[in-house]
């Protein structure tokens, strides 16, 4: 029987507790609904009045294939309004299978306050003060928790950046080796975890009994078919797995909307240099590993370990966005540098989008010069350091930065940073960027699929033909698949597959015992998004939010495209 866990964070007390109101609810769907219900829309995202929800999928916890997913919900430092930042790692299975759908993080205990480890176990909740792993790196202390509670335990846990409450601050979690660098990176829930004093959550499903599921063999056959249409597509079974989600680099640089130089371009020449071919070949000469899962269960498999010129570990997870975020946009070619970046965030704990575009600001500053990639990650390393002012400052995110440097030129939405498609020469996924609740998110309706690798359709990706029904659409869908507990990458086969939507309802049907369809699995997404926007608009959102920045005006090379949407426009792409 699925539980909430809620821990008051401020007495160090727990208290397990049905679902009540929330009953039958999981991932996005349940964060959002909690912080809606429960966190004032005008409180202070630092404040004890917000709260921090570790949601678990629906599906989380059974074989389902990519359904290892977890959800974090709160109100967001980064942007003010509601967040839910959405990661792989172990976390989340071993949670659903203690029975708990959520953790809630309650309250806030004095600033000066150790921090501590909450551990959950299948016989009690405890919380452990642990200062000795104040200031530590998300690696180091991974290390000393997984010693400790051992090899069989996930781990949530925050860097120096969470604990001094910066705000493009992650939540890090460990993967099936141990490694914190799956990351819930963006909205700076990090920040929300810091404030908490929580500096770790240890999950061992030892003893669990697992998810129940009401109809074994409906579910079984299900899953076979759900693992069929996720084997048979091109994406998620050749493209994703032989290259990783950087074989978009290539991809998006053709298509002339690779953000290069500060978004001022859409090609970037050396965009060889750091793409997903060109780091097969590394890993495959250097003795690292290209194709691995996040989790278990995963049938895409496009994590990796990527290692240096003499075989030694630089980062996993090195995802497109990352890469583009610290190469293209800043006009670096080092791939080595950008996977030391990237590990650097990791530990440290750090969006990589975000800081990549605020790395990007720091060189518009003229504060590093462009494409020095040595002075960048000297840049990022500073924000370990809580005595250092421009590390204060680089840690609080790309619009803090920009408001730091005197520089206008700065690509957010809400707060929020862009991800990695110039919504110039991508306009669907540009849409999204305006309209999601979420600030600036490319996961929240990922338009890419119909704008450029005509998945699920071929809109034209120049022009506005098209595009705010699309995302609409798209954003809907994609609250469903985070309520679920999927992976989003399962989204490029479920658009080219006439029954996968339909599979996934008998899945959770057979899981729940109750009857769902897709007219079901619609509402959970219209659903979800009419309580996210019903937050931010009591926490004063209105649609002169919902702006890409001026400077998309501009013509992009190479195809001169604008962005040209009017504010009454993009409101079409917003469920009501």
């Not at 998110?441 to 098209?466: E, F, R, S, W």
């Not at 009419?530 to 702006?547: C, L, P, S, V």
């Amino acid at each position: 029987m699925s539980r909430l866990l809620r821990i008051d964070t401020n007495k160090r007390t727990f208290a397990f507790s049905d679902m009540g109101a929330y009953a039958g609810m999981g991932g996005r769907a349940l964060t959002s609904r909690l912080i809606l219900d429960e966190v004032p829309a005008l409180s202070h995202p630092l404040g004890a009045s917000n709260k921090l929800v570790a949601a678990a999928g629906i599906l989380t916890g059974t074989a389902a294939a990519n359904s290892g997913r977890i959800s974090l919900g709160a109100k967001s430092p980064l942007t003010g309004g509601i967040k839910e930042s959405n990661s792989g790692g172990l976390f989340s299975q071993k949670m659903a299978k203690l029975g708990i759908q959520a953790m809630v993080f309650e309250d806030k205990p004095e600033d000066s306050a150790a921090p501590v480890v909450v551990v959950v176990k299948a016989d009690g909740v405890s919380i452990v003060e642990a200062p000795e792993l104040a200031g530590l790196g998300t690696y180091a202390a991974s290390e000393i928790l997984l010693a400790k509670y051992g090899s069989r335990a996930a781990v949530m846990l925050i860097g120096p950046a969470g604990e001094t409450c910066r705000l493009a601050a992650s939540v890090q979690f460990t993967d099936p080796k141990g490694r914190p660098a799956r990351a819930a990176g963006r909205g700076g829930l990090g920040a929300v975890m810091g404030s908490k004093k929580i500096k770790a959550v240890v999950v061992d499903d030892t003893g669990a009994t697992g998810v129940p599921v009401a109809d074994k063999e409906a579910f079984k056959a299900a899953n076979k078919r759900w693992v069929e249409i996720l084997g048979s597509h091109p994406v998620t079974s050749q493209g994703l797995p032989g290259f990783g989600t950087s074989i978009l680099v290539n991809i998006i640089n053709e298509a002339g909307a690779l953000p290069t130089k500060n978004f001022r371009f859409g090609r970037f020449d050396q965009a060889a240099d750091i793409s997903g071919e060109k780091m097969v070949e590394l890993m495959q000469a250097r003795g690292g590993k290209p194709k691995e899962g996040c989790h278990p269960g995963c049938v895409i498999q496009c994590s990796q370990t990527f290692v240096d010129d003499k075989g030694g570990y630089l980062s996993s997870g090195l995802e497109y966005e990352t890469v583009w975020a610290f190469g293209a946009n800043c006009l670096i070619n080092d791939i080595d540098d950008i996977a030391r970046m990237d590990h650097a965030c990791d530990d440290l704990g750090l969006d990589t989008i975000d800081m990549g575009n605020a790395v990007a600001v720091a060189m518009d500053g003229g504060i590093i010069p462009w494409g020095d990639s040595k002075a960048a990650l000297t840049l990022l390393r500073r924000v370990g350091d809580p005595s250092d002012s421009l590390g204060r400052i680089m840690g609080n995110g790309a619009k803090f930065a920009g408001q730091a440097f005197g520089v206008s030129r700065v690509a957010e939405v809400k707060g929020q940073a862009l991800p990695a498609y110039d919504p110039r020469s991508v306009k669907g996924v540009g849409v999204t960027y305006a309209t999601t609740p979420m600030g600036a998110d490319h996961t929240a309706g990922y338009a890419v699929c119909q704008n450029i690798l005509k998945c699920g359709g071929d809109v034209n990706p120049m022009t506005k033909v098209g595009q705010v029904e699309l995302s609409k659409n798209l954003q809907i869908a994609t609250a469903a698949i985070d309520a679920v507990g999927f992976c989003l990458f399962v989204a490029f086969a479920v658009l080219d597959t006439a029954d996968a939507v339909q599979v996934m309802c008998d899945q959770i049907a057979a899981v729940t015992g109750k009857a769902f369809a897709p007219g079901d699995f619609l509402a959970l997404g219209v659903n979800t998004l009419k309580d996210e926007i019903a937050f931010n608009t009591k926490a004063g959102f209105t649609k002169e939010h919902d702006q890409l920045p001026e400077f998309f005006a501009e013509p992009l090379a190479p195809h001169n495209t604008t962005w040209d949407f009017t504010p009454e426009e993009l409101q079409g792409a917003k469920v009501s």
